[in-house]
């Protein structure tokens, strides 16, 4: 189980190194920021995933279960980071599709590049890759609290 959890933590983390990139790439840093997500929290949230992972790979050498509850730990503030990236995103993916449906009955009107220069950087993230990386990172923290907890064996 130890295994798997380290499988989907690499999964996981694939995943958000294409949303980071592709938030830093939109404008999500540049000033002015259009962003709703204010940089300590996206950073926030990559620090504190790539110390957890660090921190399980340690475990998975040492096999010392205070690793895996440390692990663990550190699960809990980035999956709360999380959700508030997800709460502050799901209002932009919806702004996006219903601009979107506007955008396709006025067929290339004017403003449409500069409404495009305005976007928030977090409206260019895939459904599929937000959805993917956050169904990996559930699973991720639910196979550690059962690596920690000794169900499965080690």
Same mark, same amino acid.
């Given at each position: 189980?130890? @295994?798997?959890?380290?499988?989907?933590w690499?999964?996981?983390?694939?995943?958000g &190194?294409?949303?980071? *990139?592709t938030?830093?790439?939109?404008?999500? +840093?540049? !000033?002015?920021?259009?962003?709703?997500f204010?940089?300590?929290?996206?950073?926030?949230? &990559? *620090?504190?995933? /790539?110390?957890g992972?660090v921190?399980? @790979? @340690?475990?998975? @050498?040492?096999d010392?279960?205070t690793?895996?509850?440390?692990?663990f730990?550190?699960?809990i503030?980035?999956?709360l980071l #999380?959700f508030i990236?997800?709460?502050?995103?799901? $209002?932009?993916?919806?702004?996006?599709?219903?601009?979107?449906a506007?955008? *396709?009955?006025? /067929?290339? #009107? $004017?403003? !449409? /590049?500069?409404?495009?220069a305005? *976007? $928030?950087?977090?409206?260019?993230f $895939?459904i599929?890759?937000?959805t993917?990386?956050?169904? &990996?990172a559930?699973?991720t +923290?639910v196979?550690?609290?059962?690596? /920690?907890?000794?169900? #499965?064996?080690?």
């Amino acid at each position: 189980m130890a @295994i798997a959890a380290l499988i989907t933590w690499l999964l996981t983390a694939v995943g958000g &190194f294409y949303l980071l *990139a592709t938030w830093i790439a939109k404008g999500g +840093v540049r !000033t002015p920021r259009t962003s709703h997500f204010p940089p300590p929290l996206i950073f926030g949230h &990559f *620090a504190l995933a /790539a110390a957890g992972l660090v921190l399980w @790979i @340690i475990y998975l @050498i040492t096999d010392t279960t205070t690793l895996a509850w440390a692990a663990f730990a550190a699960t809990i503030p980035v999956a709360l980071l #999380g959700f508030i990236m997800l709460a502050r995103w799901i $209002p932009t993916y919806r702004a996006r599709t219903t601009s979107a449906a506007g955008e *396709a009955s006025t /067929a290339g #009107g $004017p403003g !449409t /590049a500069s409404a495009a220069a305005q *976007a $928030p950087a977090e409206r260019h993230f $895939p459904i599929a890759v937000v959805t993917g990386h956050g169904l &990996f990172a559930v699973a991720t +923290v639910v196979l550690v609290l059962l690596t /920690a907890l000794g169900v #499965g064996g080690s």
